[in-house]
């Protein structure tokens, strides 16, 4: 069973920068379309970002454009969230998760989950 590892999380202020890592020990990820999530106290998950498989297919929530990217490296077996100019409200839980079958920013769509990564945006 697949199983999704993510990192780089932690403490930044307002206006700084993390990137986040998602990966497989054991497994590739090549096959898999790979989405993040997040989801904040009180609230529900939401979508943050997906890349298809090879990279060719890439979406965004409203909320995050122009400040995250997304990209994969099948070469190391990597996912990376780039998260610039952060804001409070980006302070949350992130997951990363696959999927074989569609990249979409439906967590009902994705069949594998990590345990999450906790960002925390305060000055």
């Known amino acids: 069973q697949l199983q999704l590892v993510e990192s780089g999380g932690g403490l930044v202020q307002p206006g700084g920068s993390l990137r986040l890592s998602c990966a497989a020990p054991?497994?590739?990820?090549?096959?898999?379309?790979i989405g993040w999530f997040r989801q904040a106290p009180g609230k529900e998950r939401e979508g943050v970002s997906c890349?298809?498989?090879?990279?060719?297919?890439?979406t965004y929530a409203d909320s995050v454009k122009g400040r995250f990217t997304i990209s994969r490296d099948n070469a190391k077996n990597l996912v990376y969230l780039q998260m610039d100019s952060l804001k409070p409200d980006d302070a949350a839980v992130y997951y990363c998760?696959?999927?074989?079958?569609?990249?979409?920013?439906?967590?009902?769509?994705?069949?594998?989950w990590g345990q999450g990564t906790q960002v925390t945006v305060s000055s």
């Open positions: 890349i298809s498989w090879n990279g060719g297919r890439i």
């Open positions: 998760a696959a999927t074989i079958r569609v990249a979409t920013m439906m967590g009902g769509d994705y069949d594998y």
């Open positions: 054991g497994f590739t990820l090549r096959p898999y379309h």
